[in-house]
């Protein structure tokens, strides 16, 4: 949920046109984040739109809560992960969905969650920090040859191999736990990224990312199962800062043409120059519409 520092939303006004936020309605912000789209919403909305968010990170939900309270009733947040959307919604029916992918500035700057290689931190790396296993305990229990193949097929990462190969020769000498550990085997195994400014542990640590949170887990299918819960006229947008997380929104979206469904956005619609100046998080971003046109079940 690429933010800022100063939790800048991406894509915010091009988020909003294309999602044609109008006074009333229902509203989804399934990765509600910081609030930063979410309050932009609930005011292009006013005076009785609803906003539904939702969020796996609790840390980040109670944040996301004290910055949307002035809008009283009308915001609704839920921990609950967004593939769970059409359970949440229930009966109801959507005027419009946003799914923002990623991690949110909180996530980043807080060097205890272990998203971050540029303070010293413990290799955690959960959005939600009551389940499942830490990064830590993959890069210490995975073969080498499934830790290559994960760096590669997530991370896009050159040289997977040489780096999983260092990973394992450090660890049966010491269990790695800290950001700052992993970033500096990487970057002595591999010290040169492919692409200039990027520090060459950045594409392991989005593959660890992505894979402990199962992040990739289900996405066509929960894009088209949300769509399913938009009204007629309804919209669903999709930002996403991975190739493969916009190669399953692209895919999701053209199913969805065929049945009963209009693409709003033929290519992904990219941030300008200038909100990259002001917001590097966002270089990346890539966003893609999608609008119901028959009338919901």
């Given at each position: ?254 199913s969805l043409a065929a049945r009963g469904f209009r693409l709003l956005t033929k290519k992904p619609v990219r941030p300008a120059q200038a909100e990259v100046r002001r917001n590097p998080r966002a270089r990346s971003a890539r966003l893609r519409a999608v609008l119901r046109e028959e009338a919901a079940a």
């Open positions: 949920m690429g933010s800022d520092a100063g939790h800048i939303p991406v894509l915010l006004a091009e988020t909003l046109e294309l999602l044609a936020v109008r006074p009333g309605g229902l509203w989804v912000d399934g990765t509600v984040g910081l609030g930063g789209h979410a309050a932009a919403v609930l005011r292009a909305s006013a005076p009785d739109g609803r906003l539904l968010g939702l969020d796996r990170d609790g840390e980040t939900l109670a944040c996301a809560r004290e910055r949307l309270a002035e809008f009283g009733s009308r915001a609704r947040l839920e921990q609950s992960d967004y593939r769970e959307i059409p359970e949440r919604l229930g009966d109801e029916r959507a005027d419009g969905i946003l799914l923002d992918l990623g991690v949110s500035s909180l996530q980043l700057d807080e060097k205890e969650r272990g998203f971050s290689f540029q303070a010293e931190g413990p290799l955690d790396m959960r959005m939600d920090r009551s389940a499942g296993p830490t990064a830590a305990d993959l890069v210490n229990r995975m073969r080498e040859r499934d830790l290559a193949d994960l760096l590669y097929e997530y991370g896009e990462e050159p040289a997977s191999r040489r780096i999983a190969r260092a990973i394992v020769f450090a660890r049966e000498r010491q269990r790695i736990t800290t950001t700052t550990e992993l970033a500096d085997i990487v970057r002595r195994a591999a010290p040169r990224a492919r692409r200039p400014g990027l520090h060459p542990a950045t594409r392991t640590f989005q593959a660890l990312r992505i894979r402990t949170n199962q992040e990739l887990e289900g996405l066509g299918e929960a894009f088209e199962r949300a769509a399913f819960h938009l009204k007629a006229g309804g919209r669903m947008a999709v930002i996403a800062f991975h190739s493969l997380e916009d190669r399953a929104a692209k895919e999701a979206f053209r």
